[in-house]
């Protein structure tokens, strides 16, 4: 069992920046890759990021695409979503995923994740 605690959303301008986190539990951090993915009010939940269990391969959805920076220490545990240049649109839940051990499912595909965090709410003003 793994549990995922996103922090970081809160309120911030158009513009502006947020860093979220997201902090697994157990032993089997690093041999999961994680994604990071976001549901706003009466829409679908939309992939947002990923990262492989290296580190070493980042994959994002065109929207946030030159704007969000996922990371990733696998000695505390913790994946990141960097967020500059936030947009009105970009107000969602985040939540952040882990995918099964040594797993290497389709970055944006919803099921290839076993565990999900509850999320966190970014909003972002105009």
């Known amino acids: 069992q793994v549990q995922l605690v996103e922090s970081g959303g809160g309120l911030v301008q158009a513009g502006g920046s947020l860093e979220l986190s997201c902090a697994a539990s157990?032993?089997?951090?690093?041999?999961?890759?994680m994604g990071w993915f976001r549901q706003a009010p009466g829409k679908d939940r939309e992939y947002v990021a990923g990262?492989?269990?290296?580190?070493?391969?980042?994959d994002y959805a065109d929207s946030v695409k030159a704007r969000f920076t996922i990371s990733r220490d696998n000695a505390k545990n913790t994946v990141y979503l960097q967020m500059k240049g936030l947009k009105p649109e970009d107000t969602a839940v985040y939540y952040c995923?882990?995918?099964?051990?040594?797993?290497?499912?389709?970055?944006?595909?919803?099921?290839?994740?076993?565990?999900w965090g509850q999320g966190t709410q970014v909003t972002v003003s105009s």
């Open positions: 995923a882990a995918q099964k051990p040594m797993y290497s499912g389709n970055y944006g595909y919803a099921p290839a994740y076993e565990y």
């Open positions: 990262i492989f269990r290296s580190g070493v391969i980042t």
């Open positions: 157990g032993r089997t951090f690093s041999s999961r890759t």
